[in-house]
C-alpha cells in the first residue's frame, strides 16, 4: 500500500478551494461583507437595517466587556483580547454604514438576547441552565453564546457577503463562550423554521450527543465536546440548487474528503487516550458532512464531487504534535470554504454551511489554532510601512 506521504493531498485540490472558491462567489462585492453592489450609490443598502441591528448586538457585548475589564482585567487578559477581536468585528460590521446610523447603547433592547443591559447581569439559561443571575465572566459567555445564535436569525435575509460576515462572527462567538468557560452546547443545524437563537437542550439536538452525529463515535473527554459541538449531520433535500451553490457545495464536499482521509491519518499517529478519541469524533463528523453534501447534490441532479485517487500531506505527520498541527491547519482551511458556501447558500443550506463553519472553528481551536475575530475571512491587509521605516514584528496574541 501505498504510503501516505506519497500521495497527492491536494490533487483535488481540496484544500486549495480556499482561494479558488473565492473567485467564484465573492465577485459582487468584498469578502467582509462590507461593500456590494449599489453600495455608495443612490440605491439604499438592502442590509442597512441588518447591519445596524448587528451593531447595537455587538456594542451591547462591548459595554458588558468594559464592564468586566474594568472589574479587573488588564488590557493583557484573555477576557481583554477577546474584547479586541469584538471590537474588530464591530469594524467590520459597522463598515459602509452611514454616520450616526449605529451608536453605542446600553439598552436592554439592544442587549444580546438571553442577556440583560450591559454590566446588569445575563440570564443564567445560557451559561448555566439553572437559575440565578451570573455575573462577570460567566455573564460574558452567557452573552457571547446567546449573540452567537441571534446572529444566525438574520442569515436567511442577509445578502450574500454580509450572510458570510454573520456566520464568521456567529462562530467567532460560539468560541468566545467556549474559552470563557460556557459548558452549554451549541444548536446544531435547524431547518429554517426552527428559531436558532433558542437555547438548545443539555443534550443537544435531536440525533445528536455533545454536538457529533448519533451513531459515531463519543468524544473522550469534555475538551473534545468542545471542538466537536455544531458537527450535526446537514439536511439534505432534493430542490434544484442555483449553479453557484452547486459550485460552492462541491467545493465543500471536497474539502471534506480530504479531512476524512486527514483524521484518518491524524488517529493513526496519536496514542490511545482522549485526544485520539477526539480525532476520531472529528473523523466522524467530517464523514457525517461529506456523505450529507453527496446526498443534496444528488438529490439536485448534480454528479458529486469523487475523492481523490490519492493525497499527499503538506507535511510529516509522524508524531502527536505533528498530528494535531494537520487537524488545526485542515479545520483552519475548511473555515474558508464554508464562508464562501454560506455566501452561495440560501435557506437551510445557508444554515447548515453556518453550522459547519461554527463546527470547525471550534474545532481547529482545540488542536492548536487561532482563529481570530473572522474566523474564514480574509486578514485584514496590514498597512505598508512607510518608506525607510523599519518593520516589526507583528505582537503576539
Not at 437542550?201 to 459541538?229: E, H, M, N, R, W
Not at 465543500?252 to 499517529?269: D, K, N, P
Not at 477526539?278 to 464523514?287: E, F, K, T, W
Amino acid at each position: 500500500m501505498q504510503s501516505p506521504s506519497r500521495r497527492t493531498f491536494l490533487a483535488s485540490g481540496a484544500l486549495a478551494v480556499a482561494g479558488l472558491l473565492t473567485a467564484c462567489t465573492s465577485s459582487g462585492g468584498r469578502s467582509d461583507g462590507s461593500g456590494g453592489p449599489g453600495r455608495g450609490g443612490a440605491k439604499p443598502d438592502p442590509d442597512l437595517a441588518l447591519r445596524t441591528k448587528a451593531v447595537a448586538a455587538t456594542d451591547a457585548l462591548l459595554a458588558q466587556y468594559a464592564s468586566v475589564t474594568g472589574a479587573g482585567g488588564g488590557s493583557g487578559s484573555p477576557v481583554a483580547q477577546l474584547r479586541t477581536e469584538v471590537a474588530a468585528q464591530r469594524s467590520a460590521l459597522a463598515a459602509g454604514l452611514p454616520a450616526g446610523a449605529a451608536s453605542p447603547s446600553g439598552s436592554a433592547a439592544a442587549a444580546p438576547p438571553g442577556s440583560s443591559a450591559p454590566g446588569a447581569g445575563a440570564s443564567a439559561g445560557g451559561a448555566s441552565g439553572g437559575p440565578g443571575t451570573p455575573t462577570g465572566q460567566a455573564a460574558l459567555a452567557a452573552a457571547e453564546w446567546s449573540t452567537a445564535q441571534a446572529r444566525l436569525t438574520d442569515l436567511a435575509a442577509a445578502s450574500p457577503e454580509l450572510a458570510r460576515l454573520l456566520a464568521s462572527v456567529s462562530a467567532a462567538g460560539a468560541l468566545h463562550a467556549v474559552e470563557l468557560g460556557n459548558q452549554a452546547p451549541f444548536a446544531a443545524s435547524a431547518p429554517p423554521s426552527a428559531s436558532p437563537a433558542d437555547p438548545p437542550s443539555a443534550g443537544g439536538s435531536p440525533g445528536t450527543a455533545g454536538g457529533v452525529p448519533s451513531g459515531t463515535a463519543s468524544p473522550g473527554a469534555a475538551a473534545s465536546d468542545k471542538a466537536s459541538a455544531g458537527a450535526a449531520t446537514p439536511g439534505a433535500g432534493s430542490a434544484a440548487l442555483p449553479a453557484g451553490a452547486v459550485t460552492a457545495l462541491q467545493a465543500a464536499l471536497a474539502g471534506e474528503h480530504s479531512a476524512v482521509y486527514a483524521f484518518g491519518v491524524i488517529a493513526a499517529r496519536i496514542a490511545p487516550g482522549a485526544k485520539r478519541d477526539d480525532a476520531r469524533s472529528c473523523y466522524a463528523a467530517h464523514q457525517a458532512r461529506r456523505d450529507a453534501w453527496q446526498r443534496l447534490l444528488t438529490g439536485a441532479g448534480a454528479n458529486p464531487t469523487a475523492a481523490a485517487p490519492g493525497y499527499q500531506l503538506p507535511f510529516a505527520v509522524t508524531d502527536a504534535g505533528s498530528a494535531a498541527r494537520l487537524a488545526a491547519e485542515i479545520e483552519t482551511r475548511l473555515t474558508a470554504v464554508y464562508a464562501d458556501l454560506v455566501a452561495a447558500g440560501s435557506g437551510a443550506l445557508r444554515l447548515d454551511a453556518a453550522t459547519a463553519l461554527r463546527a470547525c472553528t471550534l474545532q481547529a481551536n482545540h488542536w492548536g489554532a487561532t482563529p481570530g475575530a473572522l474566523p474564514g475571512l480574509p486578514a485584514p491587509a496590514s498597512p505598508a510601512p512607510a518608506s525607510g521605516a523599519a518593520s516589526s514584528p507583528p505582537p503576539s496574541r
